[in-house]
């Protein structure tokens, strides 16, 4: 759950890097609040879930982008590279590829790398 916190406090940070873990710990938890939303609404009937349903997806917009962008620092890769995912198929395939890639080591031109312990954070 703290992955997911710190993705919404970083709500709209697109440069440096972001660990897999926090993307896909990300990824997680906002899946399964969009399907505990989208079952509400199904099961109820009452549109008030579906309102929630999408001023939540709109709310996570900026911020689910934003980490898509910094893992996709992590890996090397500029944050141009979200646009494959309108190639049909093979963008969407490629961009998973790079999700699922380890870190780069060290630090590239995006930043450190997020695994490395840096001294700032040590009081954490």
């Given at each position: ?74 890996t090397n890769h500029s944050g141009w590279?979200?646009?494959l995912a309108l190639i049909p198929i ?33 009081l954490r």
């Open positions: 759950m703290n992955w997911y916190i710190e993705v919404m406090e970083k709500y709209a940070v697109f440069n440096g890097r972001a660990s897999r873990s926090e993307y896909w710990y990300f990824a997680l938890f906002n899946s399964i609040i969009i399907l505990f939303l989208f079952i509400l609404w199904k099961v109820t009937g009452h549109i008030i879930f579906d309102i929630i349903y999408f001023w939540y997806s709109l709310a996570v917009l900026i911020p689910a982008t934003a980490v898509f962008v910094r893992r996709l620092h992590d590279w979200l646009l093979l963008g969407p395939i490629v961009l998973l590829v790079f999700l699922i890639k380890d870190s780069d080591a060290g630090t590239n031109q995006y930043g450190p790398n997020p695994k490395m312990p840096n001294p700032k954070n040590s």
